[in-house]
C-alpha cells in the first residue's frame, strides 16, 4: 500500500468548496481507478488560511501512475482548485505503508 500525501492553503470562504470539490469532482473519477483504495481530507485552521492534507491511498505506484502519469511526484491541480488555494505543493509525496491498523 501507499500514500499520496499532498498540501495546501485554502482561502477560508472556499474551504468548503473545495471540500465538496473533492468528493464530487475528483472522488469519482479516483474510485474508476484500479488499485485506488481510500481518501481521507484533514484540515486545520491556520492565520493565512485553511490549510489541507489530501491523504489517497493505493495499491501500488503503478496505480498512482494512473492518475499522476508518469512524473507522478508532480501534483494534479486542476484550475479549479489553484483558484481556490492561497498556496499549495507542486509535488506530491509517497510513502509505504509499513503498519496501517484501524479501529
Known sequence: MVERH???IANREKAGHYIQHL???TLPGLKTIS?????SILSQET????AFLII???EKLASIRQFAGENYEEAVVPDAVKAMMIRYDRQAEHYIVQ???TF
Open 56 to 58: 489517497t491511498r493505493w
Open 23 to 25: 468528493k464530487e469532482e
Open 6 to 8: 499532498w498540501k495546501g
Open 99 to 101: 503498519w496501517d491498523e
Open 47 to 50: 492565520k493565512e488560511g485553511t
Open 35 to 39: 488499485g485506488f483504495k481510500g481518501l
